[in-house]
């Protein structure tokens, strides 16, 4: 079983900053994509920002310039660094990996997981 633990959300004023972090557990051969997407009340979840095992990015136009995305390939950790951050920012983030993985006799399995979610805030 793969499982990701995402963490770093909090409250914060406009203009601050926050770092998200997403570590999957588990018998993993290879994380392909990693990274978040947000929901905000009444809105639909909405891409922030992804990476490949070949360190490629996708990040919304909505926080380029303001969000990083970066990888620990030997941690199995993605992290976003989220500065300047907006009201519009607030949302819940939802940790994202996808990936292959060790069966019980030793075969590739293919995995899709989500995190639980972070909160985070952001004021005016």
């Known amino acids: 079983q793969v499982q990701l633990v995402e963490s770093g959300g909090g409250l914060v004023q406009a203009g601050g900053s926050l770092r998200l972090s997403c570590t999957a557990s588990?018998?993993?051969?290879?994380?392909?994509?990693m990274g978040w997407y947000r929901q905000a009340p009444g809105k639909q979840r909405e891409l922030v920002a992804t990476?490949?095992?070949?360190?490629?990015?996708n990040i919304a136009d909505s926080v380029k310039g303001r969000f990083t995305i970066s990888r620990d390939v030997v941690k199995n950790t993605a992290y976003l660094q989220m500065n300047s951050l907006k009201p519009e920012d607030t949302a819940v983030y939802y940790c994202?990996?996808?990936?292959?993985?060790?069966?019980?006799?030793?075969?590739?399995?293919?995995?899709?997981?989500w995190g639980q979610g972070t909160l985070v805030t952001v004021s005016s």
């Open positions: 994202y990996s996808e990936g292959a993985n060790w069966g019980s006799d030793r075969g590739y399995r293919n995995f899709e997981i």
């Open positions: 588990g018998r993993i051969i290879n994380i392909n994509v």
């Open positions: 990476v490949t095992h070949g360190a490629g990015t």
